[in-house]
């Protein structure tokens, strides 16, 4: 059996929170105030060494070997992200829809990688995967149907209810 070649893989100490948010609140030489879990002290440290994890975004092949993909492409968009605050910055400006669009797009992205956050979201989809598995032991279906709208904010549409996957009732 081959293998293909084995991904990129080089980085550790993967930053949750991207660098060039942390380092707006850094002083002039670089070193923010940080905690370590636990400890009730803060001390200086280097902004690149905070709100960092291992792995954080390590995707693995088919072999389980570790690659960069997932990492790089955040990087290629924290670049467009800081482009984005740099306009946000500049008071002489005026925020467009697009910049408007743009910022919260920044802000959204930036929240959903916190490793807790990323957490939650796994949890829920498993809690989505066992509400639509459960479906079929319900009597009624639009109930079901109504009940995942309620927990979750999902809206089925009719083409998903006809769905030979789901095999629900249309209403």
Known sequence: MNASPAP????????????????????????????RRGEARAFQVAAGDVMTSDWTY?????????ADKLEDALSVYEGEAATVMAAVDDVSSTLSPLLKEKLCEAIAVSGCRLPWVMRRGHQRMKELAAAFASI????????????????????????????PSLRLACW
């Open 136 to 163: 079929l032991e319900c009597k009624d279906d639009r109930q079901s149907i109504q009940d995942i709208r309620n927990r979750f904010g999902v809206d089925l549409s009719e083409a998903d209810c006809l769905s």
């Open 58 to 66: 390590t995707l693995f092949d088919g072999w389980w070997r570790p």
């Open 8 to 35: 990129r893989f080089s980085k550790d100490n993967q930053h949750f929170v991207p660098r060039f948010w942390i380092k707006r609140f850094a002083g002039s030489n670089g070193r923010i105030l940080g905690r």
